[in-house]
């Protein structure tokens, strides 16, 4: 293979979207109106990629403030854009915070705690709170990710087919699975980037300084988004350049050194940018040890591919019942491509195996869908001991912490480009025709549902002038006490703008032995706050525990807040029995002020 034909990697496209040649030099008087309609062309369909995004999302909308996409995780990432503003306003770490877990706090590192996006909607949350924050933020994921992907594809394709490969990416089940609360994931505006980077480092190989550098630019933005998504795009990008290096042996002896380079400068910015979290992540307070999720258990069936799940509008209630059966939450079953969609990609493989972008996507999706296999195989919701590639991977550091399932984010951008490529090559009118409407007929199957809302109630104590009668950073007993199956407490302390400390958290904290975990340590008074709370236990058993009211003055608190609870009767009475006096109702809170100074975090 010669210089020449690898080069072919990265031309672009120069014909219209008529599907006219032109041929417009850099010193053209028709460049400026052929950049300028790009331009147009680009932001139309962005604005197409917004409106079908708000469509997808309208229920969230309409009850902009009190509903939201994913439940408990919904609520953790509304605290943690909430957080990140209010910490850099309050001259605080951003990468630990005090107000979560007291007295021991929380390393936000551990917890997916989306920095950068705090950042970046400091001014909707400042203006209008966390809740529609976290609306605006996940309304705009699949748009923008659909978005970067069509940028990103226009190097190949005409605007169509990019366009196409960018509703593929963006309307991913993978994405829309991601959307139910999982906003580092839902953000996934790096993997086509860094296509496009490695495509300028691997291929082009100009400016190798200045693309090193903003491929470390773009590792530190995802470290600050997903560490994961930074991980596997890691894994997925080593896989790619094997790929080509297989292809072009000739090449990859003269083009070692300019690579080595580039990567170089793209190691020395993103150590430099990430100095800082990331010596809190793994030398500061509330660090962990060993695995944070389990393994086996989010990882692709078999049956994923071809299976359609509640995340499909179209799809035989059949199948959708066999997909309740894949092991994992049913958001992380996300590999579904269909079997349309799957004979056209075998399709394309086939037929255009000598372009150069889908021989190396081809073996790519074949690759990564084994990946997202897991460790071990699972075929009907059933899993085997039979070993897979991922089980080597995961003996290694960081991917041990990663779900195979997510991979599926991968299928799609290399189907996506796959699909591009193809619609790019149907030049004559009735050819295209006939493309698209076989694309068409591959993509109705991962047409989305609309996604389910859920619903939170703030009483009016959290943003009322009532909250400033707490002692500032007052350490409060929030109940429901804040743990993973129940955590509105924590949207209520973001509300409050972190008037008051908590006890409790649903976040990634170290037990006694320093493993993660997803709440605090179980002692007698959380124990018992959920006990009430949940039914299982009444307000009298759950005083008479032995070393309750020890636990309870181990915490010095200075307020308790009841807000609307189930058993609420119940949890009146074990809270009145620890406080020692009745509380009073307060904006739609029962309120208990103790008599304890209260020390800042």
Request: charged residues 10%.
């Amino acid at each position: 293979m010669t210089a020449a034909e690898i080069n072919a990697l990265s031309d672009v496209d120069a014909a219209t979207d008529i599907g006219v040649a032109t041929d417009i030099g850099a010193g053209s008087s028709l460049a400026a109106p052929a950049g300028k309609r790009r331009g147009f062309v680009a932001l139309g369909v962005l604005a197409g990629f917004c409106a079908l995004s708000v469509a997808l999302f309208w229920d969230g909308w309409t009850g902009l403030g009190s509903r939201v996409y994913g439940g408990g995780d919904a609520i953790l990432f509304s605290w943690y854009l909430a957080w990140t503003p209010y910490a850099i306003s309050h001259g605080l770490d951003p990468f630990v915070t005090h107000f979560l877990n007291a007295p021991d706090g929380v390393n936000i590192m551990w917890s997916t705690g989306v920095p950068l996006l705090g950042v970046v909607a400091a001014p909707i949350t400042v203006l209008a709170g966390p809740l529609v924050a976290f609306q605006v933020l996940t309304t705009l994921a699949p748009a923008l990710s659909g978005w970067v992907m069509f940028l990103v594809m226009r190097r190949w394709t005409a605007a169509f087919p990019a366009a196409v490969a960018g509703l593929l990416y963006g309307f991913s089940p993978y994405i829309i699975g991601a959307s139910y609360g999982h906003l580092h994931l839902s953000f996934a505006l790096f993997p086509p980037i860094l296509l496009l980077l490695l495509d300028d480092l691997l291929i082009r190989q100009r400016t190798i300084a200045r693309t090193g550098a903003l491929l470390g630019a773009a590792v530190a933005a995802q470290a600050l988004i997903s560490e994961e998504v930074l991980a596997t795009s890691a894994v997925v990008a080593v896989i790619g350049i094997a790929i080509l290096c297989v292809r072009h042996r000739d090449q990859v002896r003269p083009r070692a050194a300019a690579t080595v380079r580039g990567l170089a400068v793209c190691a020395v910015v993103a150590t430099v940018l990430l100095a800082w979290p990331l010596y809190i992540q793994f030398f500061g307070p509330q660090r962990v040890h060993g695995s944070i999720q389990p393994s086996d258990i989010a990882v692709s069936d078999l049956l994923t591919f071809a299976t359609p799940t509640p995340l499909q509008a179209v799809g035989p209630d059949v199948a959708v019942r066999e997909s309740l059966r894949f092991s994992g939450n049913a958001v992380e079953v996300s590999g579904y491509v269909g079997l349309p969609l799957l004979a056209l990609l075998a399709f394309i493989a086939v037929r255009l195996r000598r372009n150069p972008l889908v021989a190396v996507c081809a073996p790519l999706f074949a690759v990564v869908a084994v990946l997202s296999l897991g460790p071990h195989l699972h075929v009907g919701g059933h899993g085997t001991r039979i070993p897979l590639p991922w089980r080597l991977l995961e003996l290694g550091p960081v991917l041990h912490n990663a779900l195979p399932s997510r991979l599926s984010l991968y299928l799609v951008l290399a189907a996506g480009a796959m699909i591009a490529v193809w619609l790019d090559q149907a030049r004559p009118p009735r050819l295209h025709a006939a493309t698209g409407i076989v694309a068409a007929a591959a993509l109705v199957p991962l047409i989305p549902a609309t996604p389910l809302t859920f619903s939170t109630v703030t009483p009016r104590f959290f943003t009322g002038p009532q909250v400033a009668t707490l002692p500032e950073a007052a350490t409060a007993l929030v109940v429901p006490y804040p743990y993973p199956e129940q955590n509105i407490a924590m949207l209520w302390q973001a509300q409050a703008d972190f008037r008051f400390v908590m006890a409790g958290c649903y976040c990634t904290v170290p037990d006694r032995n320093g493993r993660s975990s997803f709440h605090p340590e179980v002692d007698p008074l959380n124990s018992a706050l959920i006990a009430v709370a949940t039914g299982q236990s009444t307000a009298a058993a759950a005083l008479r525990q032995p070393g309750l009211a020890a636990t309870f003055d181990r915490y010095h608190l200075n307020t308790i807040i009841l807000g609307p609870s189930d058993h609420h009767d119940e949890l009146v009475t074990l809270l009145t029995g620890l406080a020692g006096e009745p509380g009073r109702y307060v904006d739609g809170v029962d309120l208990w002020l103790l008599d304890k100074t209260p020390a800042r975090p």
